[in-house]
């Protein structure tokens, strides 16, 4: 592994290191763990502009990267914002529970919350770390096709949300949302989100040891599908029929015809 790929991974580490645990001072004032999951995107897009600045005008290629990355991370944080700040909503109850469930809560929130989660935004930013120490520039095939990738995923993950958004703003509407993308995946939001980061990567593979951007896009699946995305959100749905039978007639994750009755 070259110097400057080694270099750009420490410095990135001790980047997300400081701005972790900014956010972790501001959780201490606002009494709100839940601005960590604001911070996850953020993290990501102000990393990738820290790289680009460092790079230089010389890499091409970071600039745009950047500019992708900045376009999920911002929708992204954005989107929860609005939804778990607004007025009258308190402390999401997952972070709740912990405060009330945790001892030691402030050294345990500071390392299982944020010193954590600065460690998943690292791996996840590997492919923009890899473009912007590479000292060569990823061949256009890799760079277009990851490029459609990306943009796949981000059209998925943005009428999904727009669709349920729509859904929720409805008066009298059912208790599960089965319309569009919905039918075709519980979760179309978490699926087009993975494929943003697949392309990412397939992006970064035109580059000098490119095959560690990889570990970006199976980490963010991983995370969304097994840890903190699918299994937080059924969850909430347990034991309800009418979620048991879209369950049972909907793929989770991958966009697939619903099942027939």
């Not at 763990?33 to 911070?39: L, P, S, T």
């Not at 460092?54 to 954005?78: M, Y």
């Not at 208790?175 to 569009?180: L, Q, T």
């Not at 979620?243 to 994750?253: G, I, L, N, P, V």
Request: glycine residues 8%; aromatic residues 16%.
């Amino acid at each position: 592994m070259p110097a400057s790929l080694i270099y750009a991974i420490g410095a990135s580490a001790l980047f997300l290191i400081f701005y972790v645990t900014a956010w972790f001072v501001l959780a201490l004032v606002l009494k709100r763990n839940d601005v960590a999951d604001v911070a996850w995107g953020l993290g990501p897009t102000l990393l990738a502009w820290w790289l680009a600045i460092q790079a230089g005008f010389d890499n091409r290629l970071i600039w745009p990267v950047a500019l992708l990355v900045s376009l999920w991370g911002v929708r992204l944080a954005w989107h929860i914002a609005r939804r778990d700040f607004a007025p009258g909503r308190g402390e999401d109850p997952r972070y709740a529970a912990w405060r009330e469930e945790w001892r030691f809560f402030v050294l345990r929130s500071y390392l299982q919350v944020f010193l954590l989660q600065g460690f998943f935004m690292l791996v996840v930013s590997m492919p923009v770390i890899i473009i912007a120490s590479s000292p060569s520039t990823p061949t256009a095939a890799f760079a277009v096709g990851g490029a459609v990738f990306w943009a796949a995923g981000f059209i998925f993950e943005t009428t999904a949300d727009r669709q349920l958004a729509h859904f929720l703003a409805e008066p009298d509407r059912p208790r599960v949302m089965d319309r569009g993308l919905w039918g075709w995946s519980r979760h179309p939001n978490y699926f087009g989100e993975s494929l943003m980061w697949w392309g990412l990567a397939i992006v970064a593979l035109g580059a000098d040891f490119g095959w560690i951007a990889l570990a970006s896009p199976v980490t963010m699946t991983w995370l969304l599908v097994f840890v903190s995305g699918i299994p937080l959100v059924e969850a909430r749905h347990a034991g309800d029929p009418e979620w048991d039978e879209y369950k049972r007639r909907t793929s989770a994750f991958f966009p697939l015809p619903p099942k027939r009755s």
